[in-house]
């Protein structure tokens, strides 16, 4: 019987808890809720988790590596705002890992994968129109799904990491922008992987992506400013929920 009071069992419920923090506050800058430039200070932030200092800056640190949260010695961690060059790179490097992915999956999707993403279109469809964080958030997965499909743990956490910086960039240069395009553009991708047809697929996944570039990377949103543990109040629902 594992013992509670343990080291170890300490050390895992505290990876615990970091690991929450860490997905409620990354999901807070994908869905939009935590602007490009926000300040994080930790010790509001640890207040809004209720957690300590060393869990916020343990998980700052990993989303730091992330691209999606900034740190420079002496100044406070805050959501990072990637330069409009920068944000063409992350596009650049998004379109060459996505073209693997099509490579390795056209033709050879499971009929049980399948299922998955054909789900994963309809949860896609049921949030066109009625949340907008949500529909953002499931656009990225959709991606990331895919990439999980390829079971090459190295593009899977490259494919993660740029659609999460992707998600944000269009946070601070992205438009209004149909989701519904969004979900005939996956649907079409879809089709094409489970026909075999590799060149129409991938052909489909680069003009996606130039879609979605070019939904972005145009003007300046400037952001309502609001108090930080008041954008993590519901984030921190989530993770006692969980």
């Not at 994080?40 to 343990?58: A, I, K």
């Amino acid at each position: 019987m594992t013992d509670p009071n343990s080291s170890t069992e300490r050390k895992s419920r505290a990876g615990n808890l970091a690991d929450g923090v860490y997905q409620a506050l990354r999901r807070a800058i994908i869905e939009q809720a935590l602007a490009p430039g926000t300040k994080l200070p930790e010790d509001s932030v640890g207040e809004s988790f209720g957690v300590s200092r060393t869990v916020v800056r343990s998980v700052l640190a990993r989303l730091t590596v992330e691209g999606l949260v900034s740190q420079r010695p002496n100044k406070r961690a805050e959501v990072a705002s990637p330069s409009l060059a920068e944000a063409r790179g992350v596009f650049q490097v998004r379109r060459g890992l996505e073209r693997t992915v099509i490579e390795s999956l056209a033709g050879q999707l499971t009929a049980e994968q399948a299922g998955e993403l054909r789900a994963h279109i309809a949860a896609e469809e049921q949030a066109h129109g009625r949340d907008g964080p949500e529909s953002i958030r499931l656009s990225g997965d959709f991606h990331t799904l895919l990439a999980s499909m390829t079971a090459n743990e190295l593009l899977i956490r490259y494919v993660q990491e740029v659609a999460s910086r992707c998600s944000l960039i269009l946070a601070l240069y992205g438009r209004p922008h149909s989701s519904e395009c969004s979900v005939n553009e996956h649907q079409a991708i879809i089709d094409a992987l489970l026909r075999g047809d590799e060149a129409t697929a991938v052909q489909l996944m680069d003009e996606h992506l130039m879609a979605v570039a070019t939904r972005g990377l145009l003007d300046l949103k400037p952001a309502r400013e609001r108090d930080l543990k008041e954008l993590l109040a519901d984030y921190r629902g989530r993770l006692t929920a969980s």
